[in-house]
């Protein structure tokens, strides 16, 4: 027993690192893309502050809580997001390199999921300094915040939610299975969890019945709740009441991805050596 | 000269041909993209309406003009993606697999074939669409219209997908050097992101970068508050727009010629 838990675990181990590795074999496509992802923060800054331009709060935040969400959502994106999951996903099934897959001791979900966390652990050490030198060059931002409070829940709802955002990245790449093609279904489906997730503007701005419905569907628990927990703006039951809506998410997910991969090995066919 | 511009447009016209009869053969998918347009539109005209549920102006804007802004923006945006932008996506890997050699076998400019290809058909009607909220929008603002300032809008379209296609260009000829160019092409819609923005919202180091050096903050801006307020352009701004966006263009054709002399196919 323990020698085939350790022999998975170097298994896994290995996997990690390749997905590491593989994160950084194109450094330049890389380091762009950390970099490219930190200028909407430009964008952000200058046009909220603009809207903020002699007014107090706004949907209950202030200019520096406004800031300090975008922030959020920008560590989140870069530390938690999957990138290209979906469509190496499709590719795998379309190209029929899941064969390799099937016929080894493996579960392709966790395999998927080594990669991702792998690349994402790639991502965020190397975007960590900018972001780092952002956070201090910002840090007034930040003040009001009870960060000594808020930071161990809110990186548990920042795993939930790169768990949820990779099972949903999952679901839409099992998609291959019957389509040639998913990378329109991936682009309306990332409109749709960017707009009912909170992630161009907080979803407190919405007004009810829009505001619940976003907050309690699958998109809230993307990106409105970890980030809201970490500005805490949750707290006692609503805190409690957000982290089972998004685990009750992320068992749905799982649910439906299973369903998904069992019914799509059922049509698959891999033809050739 | 006559006889090689007709040639250039049989060549650009049979491209077109061709891109439709490929997106014909894939109707789901073709439909599927056109969403994918409209979807990431609407986001942006959802994001006006709710920011203007809690504020009257922003930057001096208007919902309305905000809206204008947005939908001129679409309009040159969507041309530019209608015949030239899925060309410069697929460049790099025409580089790393070697297939620009087809290209470059062929008896017409390279950067002309690079560039004009193949046409992404569905971005046609969604540039109609960034037309008809342009003209939604102007409704509401009550302006008239006037022949000169249709004139003017479509100036400044064709001037939008200048720069569009010079920035692109730039940013993807890289591509000669780096075996995997496309972390490029998210600093592209970043820029053009700031062109759908007030320019007035912006101030210090990044107003003058993104209007005098790379002038986006003027493509969409300076049409736009002309059309909404009535009037013409600042004469001063409009020339430094034009001069920004030929020395742009200039400068993409000379670093893309630089780069290819660079190449040297993948091949055996």
Redesign the interface.
Known sequence: MKEALSLAFQGWRGIFTLGFQSALI?R??????V???L??L??TW??W???Y?G?GT??GYSWAAMMAYYFALLVLDNGFAPTEDDFQIASDIRDGKISQILLRPMNYGAYRFLLFASSRAAHLLFASVPLAVLLWFFREVFVGIPLSKTLLPAFVAFCGSAVLQFSISFMTGLLAFWL??I???V??LF??E??AGGH??PLD???EPWRTIAVSSPCGSEYWFPVSVLLGHLHGAALWHGFLLQWMWIAVAFGLAAFLWKRGLKKYTAVGG | MQTKVRHLLDIWLAHGKYSLAREMMFRGNFIIWMAVEVCWFVLQLVFIKVLYLHVDTIAGWTQWEMVLLVGMSQWMQQLFQTFCMVNFLQFPELIREGKLDFLLLRPAPALFLVSTRQWDIGSIPNSFLGMGVCGWAFAHLGAGITVGGLAMAAGFVVLGVALHWAVLLILIVPAFWVTKAHGFIGVYYQLFNIARQPREAFKGLFLRLFTWTIPVLLVANLPVRALARGGMPPLGLTAWLVAGTVALCAAAVWFFHFGLRRYTSASS
């Not at chain 1, 330049?28 to 893309?33: D, K, T, V, Y």
């Open positions: 194109y330049w496509g890389f380091f762009l893309r970099f490219s992802s200028l909407p430009v964008v200058f046009v502050g603009a809207v331009q007014k706004l949907g040639l093609e990378g329109g279904i682009f309306i409109a749709v960017f707009l161009v503007f701005f919405l007004p």
